[in-house]
């Protein structure tokens, strides 16, 4: 059976981990287990987490495979450091997160994540709580416009809005891509189908990915111990951003001011923190939905837990 999933970055991840027996390593987003299953055959123990029932239910296997160096963790990334604490885990010697949607959820047409297979407005990567038809169909124009805007950067956002409620009730996902495709005149033969930014705003708001990102890596400062590695590979630009920024804020002191009363000297809480590193022509060859990935990471130095993060 071949993998549902096939894991991007792979060799640029595990190489930035550098996993070896003994070391006890956090998978923040287990989704098929790539990343998981790579550091588990470098011999390191491993904690992985995920929100998806369906994601920890298929991991069972590998749960059994690898004895007792893997625990599953049912929970939101953003919850790891609570979760470890429970399972008597302080302190980790890296984390790696592959944010946004698994192939596996893009390619169940029952999970409403994208608009190739026709399906229920869902894309809600815990199965629980707000969906997104539920969302579209009862938020008002002004709403809906802020979240296409902010989270898929769609320049029109208030014609698709105002088009999304005129259409209400939408049900499926082929849907929404109707809506959005004739509010701004999209043509078969156009490149990129311009319902790609909605579906992703609408996904991200729905699971609440950019704030539970930001968590996330804060979290990571607050595991990882004294040389401990963060790898986080992202897809688009918004996410990349928060990577960047949080990276670059915990690795050097912020611009000097003679307005500003003089502080203690800084201290980074990551050092050797990594340009973006993308995949090869190869990779995006064998795998297309490599071709927007991002990887950064860096090493934990032995300050404190930043007050600001």
Not at 100 to 107: N, T
């Amino acid at each position: 059976m071949s993998e549902p999933h096939i894991p991007v970055l792979l060799d640029e991840v595990i190489a930035a981990l550098d996993p070896k027996p003994g070391d006890v390593i956090v998978d923040a987003t287990f989704g098929a287990g790539g990343y998981t299953r790579a550091i588990l055959d470098k011999g390191a123990q491993v904690h992985a987490f995920d929100r998806d029932p369906d994601a920890i239910a298929n991991g069972a296997a590998m749960v059994d495979q690898y004895a007792d160096r893997l625990t599953l963790h049912p929970y939101r990334f953003s919850q790891m450091v609570g979760a470890l604490a429970e399972a008597g885990v302080a302190r980790v010697d890296g984390v790696v997160m592959d944010i946004g949607v698994s192939s596996m959820q893009l390619d169940q047409a029952e999970r409403g994540f994208a608009f190739s297979h026709d399906g229920p407005l869902d894309m809600r990567m815990s199965q629980t709580g707000e969906s997104a038809a539920d969302f579209l169909n009862t938020a008002d124009a002004d709403q809906i416009a802020d979240v296409l805007y902010l989270y898929g950067e769609e320049r029109q956002s208030r014609r698709v809005a105002r088009a999304i409620v005129a259409a209400r009730p939408l049900e499926t996902t082929g849907d929404l891509a109707r809506v959005v495709r004739k509010a701004l005149g999209h043509k078969p033969h156009d490149k990129k189908d311009p319902a790609t930014r909605s579906f992703q705003a609408v996904r991200i708001h729905v699971n609440g990915e950019l704030d539970e990102l930001e968590q996330g890596l804060v979290a990571a400062e607050t595991l990882l111990s004294e040389g401990g590695r963060l790898a986080v590979v992202s897809f688009h630009s918004l996410e990349d951003r928060i990577v960047k920024r949080f990276l670059r804020d915990a690795s050097s002191a912020p611009p000097a001011s003679r307005h500003l009363p003089q502080v203690e000297a800084f201290v980074p809480a990551f050092t050797r923190v990594s340009k973006a590193i993308r995949p090869t022509e190869a990779e995006i060859a064998r795998n297309p939905r490599a071709r927007s990935s991002v990887l950064r990471h860096a090493l934990r130095s032995a300050a404190p837990v930043r007050e600001a993060a």
